[in-house]
């Protein structure tokens, strides 16, 4: 197996993506909306509805990776379901843009008109140890899409497995292993070579590094950054660990019971954030110099994560928030563009001086 010996401080080595005001958006996500019924009672009753995914919009480039973080139940897992389509949105739209350079709405295609766009769009899982089926092999696990899609033959698949193996890191007699016999680190290759095997555009990738050990991380997120390069990805990166998108994102989404609360380039939100949720996300970020760790104080949110079934009125991070007014109880705040790539709802955005990092 190939080591990639790099600390997740270091600067990326993606190059930075074309200017988004010019160019047209791979996946836009235009009022996503994602609703599960709340059940109660011997009859199962629908007694309300959570909204895990809430009125949310935003754009994904080609070439780039945007950074999707927050809390946990924030929604952030659930919009990326919704992209692959494991879920069914329900409310908005999910236009993807295929290479012939037609536009689909990913939201309302039936279940037979998604198999092509399924080796478009492929997703790395959380968790390398269930996400693998233990009764199938290295070979299997990871042929099995091409199985479905049709039209190879058992040579061509060896050979793709085979390649995909090389460029993941690990040796290619290896495809006729049980799962059981790997490390966290080489199953989560293992994980990312079944994601590739149909050679997507997109990749969303949820938690990828999160279930690994720390000194397993950087390794992980270096091997995606070069297969980015190789293979000409974008990814959407799914996370609550801040560190982890500092090292990995051009863009970031934070995201707070289902709503965007801010959106800006990776530098300049780590420098300069807007709304008092990212700033307390922020203060927990580890500081790599020694010399600056007790140079700020730790943000401690008062109160939980609100309920989305049940959401405060108003701005629903007010209940946990030092700057909070009157206006922030009783009225939802817009998401407003306060520079260029940079757009945040909040009430007291503009008035506000917010404490952030240095993004190296």
Do not use: W
Request: hydrophobic share 35%.
């Amino acid at each position: 197996m190939s080591n990639l010996p790099l600390s997740t401080s270091a600067p990326r080595l993606t190059v930075p993506p074309p200017n988004t005001d010019e160019k047209t958006p791979l996946l836009e996500l235009k009022n996503l909306e994602m609703r599960f019924p709340v059940k109660r009672g011997i009859l199962s009753r629908v007694v309300g509805y959570t909204k895990a995914v809430n009125d949310v919009s935003f754009e994904v480039y080609q070439g780039e990776t945007l950074g999707l973080v927050g809390e946990s139940g924030c929604g952030k897992t659930t919009i990326g379901r919704c992209i692959v389509r494991a879920y069914t949105p329900t409310g908005g739209s999910i236009l993807y843009r295929t290479e012939q350079g037609t536009q689909l709405d990913l939201a309302t295609l039936e279940p037979n008109e998604l198999r092509d766009i399924r080796t478009d769009i492929r997703m790395i899982f959380q968790d390398p140890y269930s996400s693998l089926n233990p009764r199938m092999t290295v070979y299997e696990i990871i042929s099995e899409v091409l199985r479905v899609q049709g039209g190879h033959s058992e040579a061509k698949m060896k050979e793709a497995v085979q390649t995909m193996l090389n460029k993941v890191g690990l040796r290619p007699e290896y495809m006729h292993r049980y799962p059981h016999a790997f490390s966290g680190g080489e199953r989560q290759r293992i994980v990312i070579a079944r994601a590739l095997i149909t050679n997507p555009r997109l990749v969303v990738a949820d938690e990828s590094v999160a279930a690994l050990d720390v000194s397993v991380r950087s390794q992980i997120l270096n091997l995606m950054e070069t297969l980015q390069r190789e293979l000409q990805l974008t990814y959407l990166f799914i996370s609550h660990d801040l560190s982890v998108i500092r090292h990995s994102c051009d863009r970031v989404v934070v995201m707070y019971v289902g709503r965007i609360v801010e959106t800006a380039e990776t530098d300049d939100l780590f420098k300069t954030p807007k709304h008092p949720y990212t700033e307390a996300l922020l203060s927990a970020v580890p500081i790599d110099n020694p010399r600056q760790r007790n140079s700020k104080e730790r943000i401690r949110l008062k109160g939980e994560v609100a309920d989305p079934s049940n959401p405060p009125t108003g701005c629903f991070f007010h209940p946990r928030c030092q700057y909070a007014t009157d206006i922030c109880k009783t009225t939802t705040p817009p998401l407003e563009t306060l520079a260029t790539g940079h757009t945040v709802a909040c009430h007291h955005a503009k008035e506000l001086s917010l404490q952030g990092v240095t993004t190296h």
